[in-house]
């Protein structure tokens, strides 16, 4: 068995906002593993590291990367522990060499090309006028449920914004999901999720930030709006951490990241935590090419789907991995017929 990696910088199209930051490109890593006997057969995962919030964002990372693909030549322990996105790589990488390079990693009718996945549509923050343009351009594909990323222009304008789409698109026609990205002061929070909820609001992501458990139970008590944890979730890794992170705060939403919380180990676990106590969740990808969407696209249909996925990062990047996935309307698609051209990786 042969292991190697490749650092890739994906750049974005536009300057991707949040509450937190303004991002321009993303760091990723691609780990590739292969037998010598047959090296056309290879298996290829993504370590997405996402600087300033992943748990296992440290100088350390690509050492660790590197560490991890001695240890897969030496059959060696891997000492995965909290490095949540080269988990998933690895995850990812080992699910398909296992078929073939095929990269169909999980037997499903989505990677099958037989069905598609429903998807939520995803605004990012800027100017109202921006927001405004990304909102109709949402609205003509034919998106039903959208998120809108809030939190980094002032709370009037956003209103102002979430009141011109329920004027033309109530809650029966199109599902609004907001993500505060922890904008919100635990003191404000309640008053401002009571303000939203005039506009029939599905749910709203991490009104405060993370790590502040008895507030956020509070607010999730209280709040006239579900409320889901996203970043909450990140560094949460033992088995007794994770049940008493969802008995103390008690949220009607787990979103889940596996490159920010376990891979899909770890995100399988969550979903079965979250069941036993009646939470619902979603799956989300955290920014990733397509190599690591896809993973995460395949690996979700394993579930039986009852809400829209957040699974439409596919169109972000300039240099994204040519791939067989396809956004069609609200629905994301792997063809049964497209190719993969991992060509620009020269891994």
């Given amino acids: 068995m042969k292991a190697t990696y490749r650092k890739y910088t994906l750049r974005f199209k536009f300057t991707a906002r949040t509450s937190r930051n303004a991002m321009t490109e993303k760091e990723t890593y691609f780990i590739k593993i292969w037998d010598e006997q047959t090296p056309e057969k290879f298996g290829i995962g993504e370590a997405a590291i996402f600087r300033g919030l992943s748990a296992d964002d440290t100088p350390e990372y690509e050492n660790k990367v590197k560490d991890v693909c001695r240890a897969i030549e030496h059959s060696a322990d891997m000492d995965l522990g909290r490095w949540s996105s080269i988990r998933l790589g690895v995850e990812t990488a080992l699910a398909d060499y296992a078929c073939g390079g095929r990269r169909m990693l999980f037997d499903t ?46 709370f009037e304008s956003e209103l102002s914004l979430i009141s011109e789409i329920r004027k033309n698109f109530p809650p029966d026609v199109l599902e609004l999901r907001l993500d505060a990205n922890g904008a919100f002061s635990p003191e404000e929070a309640l008053e401002k999720l009571e303000t939203l909820s005039r506009y029939g609001i599905h749910s709203v992501e991490q009104p405060v930030s993370p790590g502040q458990w008895r507030q956020m139970a509070r607010i999730c008590a209280e709040s006239p709006i579900p409320i889901a944890l996203d970043e ?4 949460v890794e033992s088995e ?11 949220p009607q939403y787990i979103i889940l990241k596996p490159s920010l919380c376990g891979g899909f180990s770890g995100a399988d676990r969550w979903i079965a935590l979250a069941r036993e106590r009646g939470a619902g969740w979603w799956a989300t990808s955290a920014l990733e090419s397509d190599i690591g969407l ?30 067989p996935l396809r956004c069609k309307g609200d629905m994301l698609w792997l063809e049964k017929e497209g190719k993969w051209d991992l060509s620009v990786l020269d891994i």
């Fill in 232 to 235: 909450e979730l990140i560094g």
């Fill in 240 to 250: 007794n951490a994770k049940r008493e992170l969802l008995d103390t705060v008690k």
């Fill in 109 to 154: 009718a989505f990677s099958r090309g037989n069905c598609g996945i429903r998807i939520n549509g995803l605004v990012w923050m800027g100017s109202k006028d921006e927001m405004k343009l990304r909102i109709a351009e949402k609205l003509s594909m034919g998106v039903k449920c959208m998120k809108l990323k809030i939190g980094g222009i002032d």
């Fill in 294 to 323: 896809n993973a995460i696209a395949q690996w979700v249909t394993q579930y039986q789907l009852d809400m829209p996925q957040g699974l439409g990062t596919g169109m972000l990047y300039e240099n994204n991995i040519p791939s």
